[in-house]
């Protein structure tokens, strides 16, 4: 019964690189979150995310960044030309049915350093 | 907008001791109200969650927490913590109607246990 997966658990890129972080909810859940947790930190909202749809963006900075759920695959979030302040542990999290009072189960998290 | 404070960054208990960790909310109505525990590089795991009726919620791990309407309080209390419950605790709140379905977190609190 494989909860929330996320990959790669560490990822490292040079300024100016692209970083590409991936999400696979739990099996029967269609929606998806990511939460960004800077050093000394808690989380902050980015994006909500449906498959094929993205609902709520009101949390993911203006440029370079961007999310896709598509209808197979896991969910991505994608950083590009990334910069040292983008290191973070990115989480991931889902739920069934996308309603407030549900449960959202988080992933493991990727730890992006950028160099 | 909802906001969650946690007063306390770091506390320091024994063995042992009862533990109460702070936590404060800013919402219109009565959210969601989640506490999350996150051990070192590990995601976020539910210990417990308040949506309505009883104020007094009992979670996992022998933790419980209280909702109190009058100080906009959710605390987080434990009878006699256990080397193992040292870990970064977050206060969550969600808002009900919110088409977002974001969770807004405290900056969380980091127990450390003394043997």
């Known amino acids: 019964n494989a909860g929330v997966m996320q990959n790669p658990r560490h990822l490292v890129r040079r300024r100016g690189q692209e970083a590409r972080l991936r999400c696979s909810p739990m099996k029967g859940h269609s929606h998806v979150y990511w939460y960004r947790q800077l050093p000394e930190e808690g989380l902050k909202f980015m994006v909500y995310?449906?498959?094929?749809?993205?609902?709520?963006e009101s949390g993911m900075p203006k440029e370079r960044f961007s999310a896709e759920f598509p209808k197979e695959g896991p969910s991505i979030l994608r950083i590009q030309q990334v910069v040292r302040g983008d290191s973070a542990a990115y989480f991931c999290a889902s739920s069934r049915q996308g309603k407030s009072q549900e449960t959202q189960y988080f992933g493991p998290g990727t730890r992006l350093l950028v160099l | 907008a909802q906001s969650v404070t946690q007063p306390d960054i770091h506390i320091t208990v024994s063995e042992g001791a009862s533990l109460e960790l702070r936590c404060n909310y800013s919402?219109?109505?009565?959210?969601?109200l989640f506490w999350y525990v996150q051990s070192p590089g590990q995601g976020l795991q539910l210990l417990l969650k308040y949506f309505s009726g009883d104020t007094l919620v009992q979670g996992i791990k022998g933790f419980e927490a209280e909702f109190k309407r009058s100080q906009s309080s959710f605390n987080l209390r434990k009878p006699s913590v256990h080397w193992s419950d040292a870990a970064e605790y977050f206060c969550a709140v969600g808002a009900k109607n919110n088409a977002g379905n974001m969770l807004t977190f405290g900056g969380g609190t980091r127990l450390m246990v003394k043997p």
């Open positions: 995310l449906q498959k094929e749809n993205i609902i709520d």
């Open positions: 919402y219109g109505a009565t959210p969601y």
